[in-house]
């Protein structure tokens, strides 16, 4: 079975100009999440989706951060305008079914994000 | 607020026990105990959870105490690839996103 994919792997940016990852789940799962991980520190939800709809986004920083997962299955993160304290690893993760106790995450590589 | 309580680095001798603690003193009754690890530059991987009951599969066990306020992940013959970060963390079904916190985990360092 194929992982969760995404791309690009690494992406070097200067500030204030906009970047967007994608991510490509695992067949099937309905719930999607976006993680950001900065260096030293565990990941931090930023978003999670069930299908096409946002289930929370309540730690998205809304004035520079998106997110869509259009057709329930890829999704898109985008930063725009990205700021130096973005630098970071942006995970995502997929899993079958939201809610239940046996819910597991299956996570991407990550993209590495470095803002200049 | 961290729900979990973990020591920041261990190290562990190759081929004997690992044995990583985490306290939950304020978990709640449907919240189970999830245990994940990341290595070197991966997306972290899920290991183990549990709900009150001792859980066991091919990597690891994970010993709940009876009063549900700590955990043991136990891997039982650690090897070299085995050095990485551990995460508890605690999630109830249906709970809100914000339950998923990792915290900083732990630093396990398996020794040659």
């Known amino acids: 079975e194929a992982g969760v994919a995404q791309s690009p792997r690494y992406k070097i940016i200067e500030k204030r100009q906009s970047v967007a990852f994608w991510c490509n789940p695992i067949?099937?799962?309905?719930?999607l999440y976006w993680y950001q991980q900065i260096l030293g520190q565990g990941p931090k939800l930023l978003i999670q989706?069930?299908?096409?709809?946002?289930?929370?986004d309540s730690q998205l920083p809304k004035d520079r951060f998106s997110a869509e997962r259009l057709k329930g299955v890829d999704s898109t993160l985008k930063i725009q305008p990205a700021k130096l304290e973005d630098s970071a690893v942006y995970l995502c993760?997929?899993?079958?079914?939201?809610?239940?106790?046996?819910?597991?995450?299956?996570f991407g590589p990550g993209t590495r994000l470095l803002v200049l | 607020d961290a729900k979990t309580t973990q020591p920041p680095s261990m190290d562990c001798a190759e081929g004997r026990a690992a044995n990583l603690p985490c306290n939950h003193s304020?978990?709640?009754?449907?919240?189970?105990v999830y245990w994940y690890r990341q290595i070197h530059s991966q997306g972290p991987q899920y290991i183990i959870h549990?709900?009150?009951n001792n859980e066991t599969n091919e990597m690891a066990s994970l010993i709940i105490t009876e009063d549900r306020k700590s955990s043991t992940l136990i891997l039982p013959h650690a090897t070299l690839r085995d050095t990485a970060v551990y995460y508890c963390?605690?999630?109830?079904?249906?709970?809100?996103?914000?339950?998923?916190?990792f915290g900083s985990g732990t630093q396990l360092t398996v020794l040659p």
């Open positions: 989706f069930q299908n096409n709809g946002v289930v929370d």
């Open positions: 067949s099937g799962h309905a719930t």
């Open positions: 304020t978990i709640s009754g449907n919240e189970y």
């Open positions: 963390m605690l999630r109830s079904p249906g709970g809100s996103a914000r339950q998923l916190t």
């Open positions: 993760a997929s899993s079958l079914v939201l809610g239940l106790g046996g819910e597991t995450q299956y």
């Open positions: 549990g709900l009150k």
